[in-house]
Nanobody, 124 residues
Framework: QLQVLESGGDLVRPGGSLRLSCTGSGHFFDYYAIGWFRQAPGKERELVSSISGFGGDTRYADSVKGRFTISRDNNKDTAYLQMDSLKPEDTAMYYC?????????????????WGQGTQVTVSS
């Protein structure tokens, strides 16, 4: 069973950038679609972006389209979320999630492997 671990969260000023990493441990990382979710206090969890197992297909929430970029390097068993032009409303705990599937896109409720989360705070 794959396990995932996020890193890269930090405090950043509005307009700044961060890159989150999601590193998988286990076998066959490229068999898993990866999703980045976020949850702010008092709000529902939101699927921000997702990427297919071999990286050929991606999806973005409207709230981040044009500002965030998802990618993966299967040779390093790692997926990334590059976040640019950050806004205070991007402040949240960000989670990496995975599901073993050849289907894409993946419905949010299908993701069944979760990391512990990494905090992103956008504030001046």
């Amino acid at each position: 069973q794959l396990q995932v671990l996020e890193s890269g969260g930090d405090l950043v000023r509005p307009g700044g950038s961060l890159r989150l990493s999601c590193t998988g441990s286990g076998h066959f990382f490229d068999y898993y679609a990866i999703g980045w979710f976020r949850q702010a206090p008092g709000k529902e969890r939101e699927l921000v972006s997702s990427i297919s197992g071999f990286g050929g297909d991606t999806r973005y929430a409207d709230s981040v389209k044009g500002r965030f970029t998802i990618s993966r390097d299967n040779n390093k068993d790692t997926a990334y979320l590059q976040m640019d032009s950050l806004k205070p409303e991007d402040t949240a705990m960000y989670y990496c999630a995975a599901v073993r599937t050849v289907l894409f896109p993946v419905r949010p409720e299908k993701f069944n492997i979760w990391g512990q989360g990494t905090q992103v705070t956008v504030s001046s």
